[in-house]
């Protein structure tokens, strides 16, 4: 066959096989959808959820899909219910094991061989509704007696989701053979998040891309991956954690430990044109701690200066430690003075407070990168 030649005006002189003239067509296909990726990159709002484990950026997530329509799949909420009876077997399996250790005795010695039966659970054991049911009656005699709820209340001195008292208060619907969790059971429901999880959201016409990555220690070293083209960091704090220790070390106090991680990034001059807005989480666990009176702040921060306690408004009191210290507390890391640092006061599985803040995230996100977002 003979040569089929080019007709390019600048390319005139040059010859071209068949095979030639069609790899020419695919690279140049290639480049207009490189080309239009771009486009398409440029205009999404890339969301970067950051924050030390537990700190609630996963329930965030979930929140963001409740409050623009996007139902969960039928698989997904299976995955969630199996997590839910797992968290439920395992929470109640950690504080029978911490009345033990702390030498809380039986409000009913009659309770003891339930409480024997739930050590004997297998933490790898995957549990669904059927074999759940071999537990359920256990954990609901457990949950009555006052030896597990003392335990329960000294919870800072071991580890424990946050999320097991809504379960064990919820174990009649829960422990239904016909249960279906709904959307609070799926927000409150806790597994650690390992690698990097991403989905996007349309608002406005704008793609609103989340990325969400692991806070634990072991999982941060991915984060870097997840740097490129970001239009704002959301980062998350549990502010009910003062007087908690980290589970990866057990030493490490974890307000402290977000507050070094907040360093980083506040200060990370790949982050210097990217707006970083910081999300003061968990406010109702914080008035809850506040209302037991079982844990002075000043004990686990020694710069904590003042005495809330002395309001009789605990609401009150929590938003003076807000803001008076702990925003102070994230606030005073950040070098660059100038530079401004939203923030607001959160609870991540109530989803009226998620939907109110968010508004408010995305009015800001929008008016930063009305040009970059090509909206004028």
């Not at 409480?115 to 933490?123: A, E, I, S």
């Not at 349309?202 to 083209?229: E, T």
Request: glycine share 2%.
């Amino acid at each position: 066959m003979a040569p089929i030649r080019w007709a390019c005006a600048c390319c005139l002189r040059f010859n071209f096989s068949p095979e030639e003239i069609e790899q020419r067509h695919k690279s140049q296909q290639i480049d207009r959808m490189l080309e239009k990726d771009k486009h398409a990159i440029r205009r999404q709002v890339k969301l970067l959820l950051l924050g030390a484990g537990e700190s609630g950026k996963s329930t965030f997530l979930k929140q963001m899909r409740i409050i623009h329509g996007q139902r969960f799949e039928p698989e997904i909420v299976k995955e969630f219910q199996v997590t839910i009876y797992q968290n439920i077997v395992r929470g109640m399996k950690v504080l029978v094991d911490a009345r033990q250790k702390l030498n809380i005795p039986w409000e009913n010695p009659k309770n003891s061989p339930f409480g024997q039966h739930l050590l004997r659970y297998d933490n790898l054991v995957v549990l669904d509704s059927h074999t759940f049911q071999d537990y359920a009656p256990s954990i609901k005699r457990l949950w009555m007696d006052s030896a597990i709820r003392q335990a329960f209340d000294r919870r800072r001195e071991f580890q424990l989701s946050d999320s097991v008292k809504y379960f064990l208060d919820n174990m009649d619907r829960i422990s239904r053979l016909d249960y279906q969790p709904v959307n609070q059971d799926i927000l409150h429901a806790r597994k650690a998040t390992k690698g990097i999880s991403e989905f996007i959201i349309p608002i406005n016409n704008i793609p609103f891309r989340f990325v969400d990555v692991g806070g634990q220690r072991s999982q941060r070293q991915k984060w870097f991956q997840c740097f490129d083209s970001v239009t704002s960091i959301l980062f998350l704090v549990s502010s009910s954690e003062y007087d908690q220790v980290l589970v990866e070390d057990r030493k490490t106090n974890r307000l402290d430990e977000s507050r070094n991680i907040f360093d980083t990034i506040v200060n990370n001059v790949v982050f210097k044109g990217v707006s970083i807005i910081l999300f003061l989480n968990k406010t109702d666990l914080l008035y809850a701690k506040l209302r037991s009176r079982q844990s002075d702040i000043s004990q686990h921060w020694p710069n904590f200066v003042g005495d809330p306690y002395s309001l009789t408004d605990v609401q009150v009191c929590s938003q003076w430690i807000f803001n008076v210290f702990m925003y102070k507390l994230f606030r005073e890391t950040k070098r660059d003075r100038v530079r401004p640092l939203f923030h607001h006061f959160t609870t991540a599985v109530d989803t009226e407070n998620i939907k109110v803040v968010f508004n408010a995230v995305k009015d800001t996100i929008l008016h930063k990168n009305l040009q970059s977002l090509m909206l004028e």
